[in-house]
């Protein structure tokens, strides 16, 4: 029954317990209160005012009902999903209808990206990042911009000559946005989560995978590092510039490539927990051994998305708990 009817139906029964208390107001009046009638008086009255409470109870209950699925609707956790696209990194944040798109995958994964922000009912995203302009980043990030509107669109000052890298650039100046080149240190506010950006930290690297943005987010006493296909170097640089890089969940850099997670980053990160976005069975023989035993060694729980497929961090501020497929 919907809640519409349920409402009427309260009401009915709060006007049928009116109308007989009304019915008999009229007969106590009409006979006088005589003294053999009281007793009867006495119990349907007593009646009358249990079915009228149990009515108001009903009432209240629904009311009570219906506010709770109101606080459902409206979750204020932030949710995290590290999508799986195969061989490639794409992340979702969102929380209360606003989303921030971390990467965009490969070209073939595009259709899975643009869908997947759609099922998480976005219209628009207030950022959308391209860490680097390598095809597993980036090769989605025009279909994403030809379909949603975008807010700040954030990309290293570094050009390369890919047929994916011009998609993007065409998509851009289709939606006539502007791309802001990511400064490090500078922070953007997101639905009560704090963005910082912590690399690129030099002008020039002779590895695209260095100029990868790097971005912290603290939502109230919870972290997360998302470090694109930063590399080793990148990693000593951010340990030099003495950056706060302590977080709860770490997105392990280059698909688990033993090029990223050094000891001493990750040492410096020490999360509680750490996603690895790569494709089942690629050819490169992502993720590393060493990374990931390197990952388990430091007690950190591992999620991957070539065994868990879709991985979800979902955190109120205070916990963070995760989703997967597999699970």
């Known amino acids: ?47 009358v005012q249990n079915y009228s409470s149990s009515a108001v109870a009903v009432q209240n ?13 409206q979750n204020k956790n ?22 921030m798109l971390i990467d965009a995958g490969t070209e073939e994964s595009s259709d899975t990206v643009v869908n997947y922000i759609k099922s998480q009912k976005l219209s628009a995203l207030d950022y959308c990042v391209g860490t680097h302009p390598h095809e597993d980043h980036i090769g989605g990030m025009d279909s994403v911009i030809n379909s949603f509107s975008v807010g700040t669109l954030i990309m290293p000052d570094v050009t390369t000559n890919t047929k994916s890298f011009s998609d993007v650039l065409k998509s851009v100046q289709k939606r006539k946005l502007k791309i802001t080149r990511p400064e490090p240190g500078k922070a953007y506010s997101f639905e009560g989560a704090t963005l910082t950006v912590l690399a690129p930290n030099s002008a020039k690297y002779e590895d695209l995978n260095n100029y990868s943005v790097v971005i912290r987010l603290v939502f109230g ?20 510039k003495g950056y706060t890089l302590k977080s709860d969940v770490l997105k392990v850099g280059h698909h688990g490539s033993k090029t990223s997670t050094s000891a001493d980053f990750l040492k410096a990160v020490s999360p509680k927990y750490a996603v690895i976005s790569a494709g089942k069975g690629n050819v490169y023989g992502l993720p590393a051994q060493s990374t990931v035993s390197r990952l388990t060694s430091a007690g950190v729980k591992l999620f991957r998305t070539d065994l868990d497929g879709t991985v979800v961090a979902i955190t109120d501020g205070k916990t963070i708990s995760f989703k997967t497929k597999a699970a």
């Open 61 to 73: 209950a629904a009311a009570e009902s219906q506010a709770g699925s109101k606080t459902a609707s």
């Open 1 to 47: 029954m919907s809640s519409r009817k349920k409402g009427r139906s309260q009401k009915s029964k709060i006007s049928i317990a009116a109308l007989i208390s009304a019915v008999i107001i009229t007969v106590l009046v009409f006979f006088g209160l005589s003294g053999g009638f009281k007793p009867i008086v006495g119990k349907i009255t007593k009646t």
């Open 78 to 99: 932030l949710a995290v999903s590290f999508i799986d696209v195969g061989q490639g990194d794409s992340i979702l944040i969102a929380r209360e209808g606003h989303g």
């Open 221 to 240: 006493n919870t972290s997360f590092l998302f470090t694109g296909d930063a590399q080793a170097l990148s990693e000593k640089e951010m340990l030099a």
